[in-house]
């Protein structure tokens, strides 16, 4: 009788796995699983963490903050979330462990995804957050929550001085809002401008990002145009300038030797100015 012996070998590529016979055909069959999936698997078929939806967040001062935290094959293991400011546990499943009642967890049956809430926060809960996987020993993955108020200014506050029929263009800026805001309005004397009087030559422009800027222009400005101008941003404190229309007479601030501030100065002036404010650490 004679024996065959048969050394097999194993081949592995990114789309194919092979069992290569030293002796006789190739047999090949394929494995459907892509090589990013089978690079993610921990070996050990163990609890993970799904780092692609679980990042940094940021988050409006008093508007509730959500931090997610996704974990595979969690199995009978237990999530907790801690604050790494002072090492505090927060929460243990869906259950809080602190006397903040701020502090909320959540998690849906049949879904890997667990919820920190963080109701009314504040500038002073920015920080570090961590998810916890209670195997041993334990695994964690931290986010970094910001709390941020958005700032708004007006280019040139509080107080402005503009020549005769020339063009009036006052520039309201918001910065630190982690979306831009929905609308930006502008009031004269408390009464929102209405951009279709009979008065005409009133416009704004506004350009929306992660700095909103809302360019409020008056064209052939009068003595009328002057008073308290304001802008307000849906999702930002509002700000207020006073403009004076000036009939070729010097400004009070002038004579004293005080600052003079003009809202007719050239676009070039204005965008070094908002560059300025940009780049003006806060």
């Given at each position: 009788m004679r024996c065959l012996i048969l050394?097999?070998?194993?081949?592995?590529s990114d789309t194919t796995l092979c069992l290569v016979k030293v002796q006789g055909?190739?047999?090949?069959?394929a494995d459907h699983r892509t090589h990013e999936n089978r690079a993610s698997e921990p070996l050990d078929r163990g609890p993970y963490f799904d780092v692609s939806v679980s990042r940094n967040v940021t988050a409006l001062v008093g508007k509730t903050a959500t931090l997610n935290c996704r974990v595979r094959n969690l199995g009978d293991k237990t999530v907790s979330w801690v604050r790494h400011r002072d090492i505090h546990l927060l929460t243990v499943g869906v259950e809080t462990y602190t006397s903040d009642q701020r502090f909320v967890a959540s998690h849906f049956?049949?879904?890997?995804?667990?919820?920190?809430?963080?109701?009314?926060?504040?500038?002073?809960d920015s920080g570090t957050y961590e998810c916890q996987v209670s195997t041993t020993p334990p695994i964690g993955h931290s986010m970094l929550l910001s709390v941020v108020e958005p700032v708004t200014i007006i280019i040139g506050e509080p107080e402005m001085y503009i020549n005769?029929?020339?063009?009036?263009?006052l520039t309201c800026v918001v910065r630190h809002s982690p979306e831009p805001p929905l609308v930006i309005y502008w009031t004269h004397d408390h009464e929102v401008i209405n951009y279709d009087s009979p008065r005409g030559?009133?416009?704004?422009?506004?350009?929306?990002?992660?700095?909103?800027?809302s360019y409020l222009l008056i064209?052939?400005?009068?003595?009328?145009?002057s008073g308290q101008y304001t802008c307000h941003p849906s999702n930002a404190n509002t700000k207020t300038v006073l403009v004076h229309v000036l009939?070729?007479?010097?400004?009070?601030?002038m004579q004293h030797g005080g600052q003079l501030r003009l809202a007719n100065?050239?676009?070039v002036m204005i965008s070094t100015t908002l560059l300025t404010f940009l780049n003006h650490p806060y």
């Open positions: 050394t097999l070998g194993l081949l592995v055909p190739t047999r090949c069959t049956p049949h879904t890997e995804d667990w919820t920190l809430q963080v109701k009314y926060p504040q500038r002073r005769r029929d020339s063009t009036m263009n030559g009133v416009s704004v422009i506004t350009e929306k990002g992660e700095v909103t800027t064209q052939r400005a009068q003595p009328a145009d009939n070729g007479e010097h400004p009070a601030a100065l050239p676009f």
